[in-house]
């Protein structure tokens, strides 16, 4: 799907539900004033009246051909966060914002090789929609998916996942890999950075591989690093960076 398809618009946007994924990832659920349309994989941005700025959130659900009138949006609270300190602390219920979508670059590309997909933390928005709108197109691909989080209690959408697995028309390996999870002894899957696991897609042919990824800006550097490793080409790597205005830019 092309992403100039649909241009952006401006709509009117009423935050209408938030609840919790983990202890610091709420889905906001955020009423339009009508349906948007956009590509699996697009972002919104958000402009904030109350605290008079704009903010980047990817759509978490797979477009609907007609457009979706009510959007989710995957949030994570960062730490001194204007727009996230307010939200989580139920400073926005009601709230209307300004939206302009859809945005970005960050879509599925046609190709036959495999698709290897890393997600960090809210970064699963973005690849789940791409995922969940790819196997409902039956894209016939093998995919490897890498989500990375902290601990056990920082993986959320699991189920969501496997049922994506459970339907995709070839091999999906689904790889949660904790960064933190000392703790976490009941857990027998992989630990470390995220990134390190890539070789995870070693068993498979790489020929015309394409790279997928979204989070925080230190993990698709990584991320980068680890797939050119592996000979995918960087005009291949596809990812939208999570900036925020700690980096000096945001989209
Ligand atoms: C394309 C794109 C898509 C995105 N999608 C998502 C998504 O789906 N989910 C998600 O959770 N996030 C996403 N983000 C990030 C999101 O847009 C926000 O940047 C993030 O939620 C933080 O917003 P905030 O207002 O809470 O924090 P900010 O107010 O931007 O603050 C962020 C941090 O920077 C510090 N800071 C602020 N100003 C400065 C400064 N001048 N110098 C140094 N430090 C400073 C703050 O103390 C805080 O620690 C996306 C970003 C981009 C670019």
């Given amino acids: 799907m092309d992403v100039t398809a649909f241009a952006p618009e401006t709509y009117t946007g009423e935050l209408v539900a938030s609840t919790a994924l983990t202890h610091d990832i709420l889905q906001v659920t955020v009423q339009l004033d009508r349906p948007v349309r956009y590509v699996a994989g697009q972002y919104a941005n958000l ?6 700025r704009r903010r980047s959130y990817s759509f978490a659900q797979p477009p609907l051909r007609d457009g979706r009138d009510r959007v989710n949006f ?3 609270k960062v730490p001194g966060g204007l727009f996230t300190e307010a939200l989580f602390d139920d400073a926005l219920a009601g709230e209307r914002f300004e939206i302009e979508a859809p945005q970005g670059q960050f879509h599925i590309r046609q190709g036959e090789g495999p698709m290897l997909c890393i997600a960090g933390g809210s970064g699963l928005a973005p690849l789940l929609s791409l995922l969940e ?3 409902k197109n039956r ?8 989500f990375g989080a ?7 959408c699991v189920d969501e996942i496997k049922a ?3 339907g995709w028309p070839n091999k999906f390996d689904f790889v949660p890999v904790l ?3 000392h703790d976490d002894r009941d857990w027998d899957g992989a630990r470390g950075m995220v990134t390190e696991h890539l070789p995870a897609a070693g068993g498979i042919d790489l020929t015309g ?6 989070g925080p800006p230190p993990m698709i550097d990584a991320g980068i690093h680890a797939l050119v490793e592996l000979g995918v080409p960087l005009a291949e790597i596809h990812y939208d960076k999570f900036t925020d205005e700690s980096h000096g830019e945001t989209a």
């Fill in 47 to 52: 402009w904030v009246p109350k605290i008079d």
């Fill in 209 to 214: 591989a394409q790279g997928y990824m979204c």
């Fill in 150 to 156: 902290r601990t056990q209690a920082d993986l959320y």
């Fill in 164 to 166: 994506i697995a459970a």
């Fill in 133 to 135: 709108d790819a196997r």
């Fill in 179 to 181: 960064s933190e999870g």
């Fill in 139 to 146: 894209v016939n691909r093998p995919c490897t998916f890498l």
């Fill in 74 to 76: 995957f949030v994570r």
